[in-house]
Each structure stands twice: as structure tokens, then as C-alpha cells.
């Protein structure tokens, strides 16, 4: 009898993104990677991709609707949410709901909020920089002023969770994190260069090296 090897790499199949995009540009780097909503899979594999595009509200309904939340909240490898998917990593949102918070998977202890644009249009689309960059290892070779490509209303407050922020009427978190669990507002599959190496940071990234400490984690590039 044969069996078939767990991925190393898997991208969750929400339902709600654009899986092809994230697929190739994990490819691209020469890294294998399987689109799944299996629960084995997720579960045994050494790093987890979590996409998103669209509202909180019927992401999380589709995660349900997969029995996936709580695999998604027990996994202990290193995961790495893209934009909708990161605010999913949240307590909360306020996204695809006009009378009540969505509940999310709780993973990083923050909320989702509308993005304070100020006179800025919405949605905030397009490039943008990175205003702040802590040492967190999925940030290895990336510094402050890095362009970064981003399309979201919503955002993530600045929090001791916050290792990257970025400007656009207000500051907000660019990217946040919380032991195994980190998260991108921005699209690194759309990010070219750096975006590649946001990704190739994580796929190689030891999952010891997610144990730095609290100053480290604090310490901002210049």
C-alpha cells in the first residue's frame, strides 16, 4: 500500500481568496505548497499560509462551515495569515457587519477596526511604506520605508502586537504577531521583490526563532 507524505507547506482553502496567487508566488521561490481545507494536512504540516480576501463576516463563516476553527486555534507551527487572513488571527471585526462585531479566531489579542483614513480614499489600495520594523525574523532584510503593496478598509490598532506599521491618514499595524501566529495586512504575493522574501523568510524560518524576547521584539530598524 502507498501513502502519500504530509506537505510541508499548505495554504488553507477559506474559500474566500485568491489561492492561485499565493500558491504560485510560493512556487516561484521553489517551495512545494498544497491548497487544503484537510484537517490532517493542516495539522501535520511545518507551515501554515492562511489567505483572505474579502469580509471578516463570511470568512469566518466559510471557516466554520469547514469545521476549522478550532484546528486553526490549536496549531502550534509557525502560521502566516495574509491580509483579511491576518485580521482574522484577531479577537474581532467590524468588517461585513453593520450592527455587531464578527468574532474571529482570537490568536493575536487585538481587533479590527476601520481604517482611520482621514481625507484619504477608501480603500487604501496600492503601495505604501513601512513606517516602523521590529526584528521579528519574518522581517529579516526588510527595513523602514520598504514599499509593500496593500487593499483593505480595516485595520489593526497599534498594539504591543504590532511589529510592523505603516501610514495612510493614521498609523496602523502593517503586520502583527503573537508566538507562532504572525500576520500581514499588506499582500506579499503582490509585493514583489520583498514580498518574495517576506514569504521565503517564513518557509525557511526555524520555528525556534519565533522565541525572541520581548526587547527584541520592540527594537525598531533604522
Given at each position: 500500500?502507498?501513502?502519500?507524505?504530509?506537505?510541508?507547506?499548505?495554504?488553507?482553502?477559506?474559500?474566500?481568496?485568491?489561492?492561485?496567487?499565493?500558491?504560485?508566488?510560493?512556487?516561484?521561490?521553489?517551495?512545494?505548497?498544497?491548497?487544503?481545507?484537510?484537517?490532517?494536512?493542516?495539522?501535520?504540516?511545518?507551515?501554515?499560509?492562511?489567505?483572505?480576501?474579502?469580509?471578516?463576516k463570511h470568512a469566518m463563516a466559510n471557516i466554520k462551515a469547514?469545521?476549522?476553527?478550532?484546528?486553526?486555534?490549536?496549531?502550534?507551527?509557525?502560521?502566516?495569515?495574509?491580509?483579511?487572513?491576518?485580521?482574522?488571527?484577531?479577537?474581532?471585526?467590524?468588517?461585513?457587519?453593520?450592527?455587531?462585531?464578527?468574532?474571529?479566531?482570537?490568536?493575536?489579542?487585538?481587533?479590527?477596526?476601520?481604517?482611520?483614513?482621514?481625507?484619504?480614499?477608501?480603500?487604501?489600495?496600492?503601495?505604501?511604506?513601512?513606517?516602523?520594523?521590529?526584528?521579528?525574523?519574518?522581517?529579516?532584510?526588510?527595513?523602514?520605508?520598504?514599499?509593500?503593496?496593500?487593499?483593505?478598509?480595516?485595520?489593526?490598532?497599534?498594539?504591543?502586537?504590532?511589529?510592523?506599521?505603516?501610514?495612510?491618514?493614521?498609523?496602523?499595524?502593517?503586520?502583527?504577531?503573537?508566538?507562532?501566529?504572525?500576520?500581514?495586512?499588506?499582500?506579499?504575493?503582490?509585493?514583489?521583490?520583498?514580498?518574495?522574501?517576506?514569504?521565503?523568510?517564513?518557509?525557511?524560518?526555524?520555528?525556534?526563532?519565533?522565541?525572541?524576547?520581548?526587547?527584541?521584539k520592540e527594537q525598531t530598524k533604522l
Amino acid at each position: 500500500m502507498t501513502t502519500t507524505a504530509s506537505p510541508s507547506n499548505v495554504i488553507v482553502d477559506t474559500g474566500c481568496a485568491n489561492l492561485s496567487s499565493v500558491k504560485f508566488a510560493v512556487e516561484r521561490l521553489g517551495f512545494d505548497v498544497t491548497i487544503t481545507d484537510d484537517v490532517t494536512l493542516i495539522q501535520q504540516a511545518k507551515k501554515v499560509i492562511l489567505p483572505g480576501v474579502g469580509s471578516a463576516k463570511h470568512a469566518m463563516a466559510n471557516i466554520k462551515a469547514k469545521n476549522l476553527v478550532s484546528v486553526l486555534q490549536n496549531l502550534t507551527q509557525p502560521v502566516l495569515g495574509f491580509c483579511l487572513g491576518m485580521q482574522l488571527m484577531t479577537e474581532s471585526s467590524t468588517e461585513g457587519t453593520s450592527d455587531d462585531e464578527t468574532a474571529c479566531l482570537n490568536l493575536i489579542p487585538t481587533a479590527i477596526k476601520p481604517l482611520e483614513a482621514q481625507e484619504n480614499r477608501l480603500p487604501h489600495m496600492g503601495w505604501n511604506t513601512l513606517t516602523s520594523v521590529s526584528n521579528h525574523p519574518i522581517f529579516n532584510g526588510i527595513s523602514v520605508g520598504d514599499y509593500f503593496y496593500f487593499v483593505h478598509s480595516f485595520a489593526a490598532p497599534l498594539s504591543e502586537h504590532t511589529i510592523a506599521s505603516c501610514q495612510y491618514g493614521s498609523e496602523f499595524s502593517a503586520a502583527i504577531a503573537k508566538d507562532n501566529f504572525i500576520g500581514c495586512q499588506f499582500h506579499p504575493e503582490r509585493s514583489s521583490a520583498l514580498g518574495s522574501k517576506i514569504i521565503q523568510n517564513f518557509l525557511e524560518l526555524d520555528a525556534c526563532e519565533l522565541n525572541f524576547s520581548s526587547k527584541n521584539k520592540e527594537q525598531t530598524k533604522l
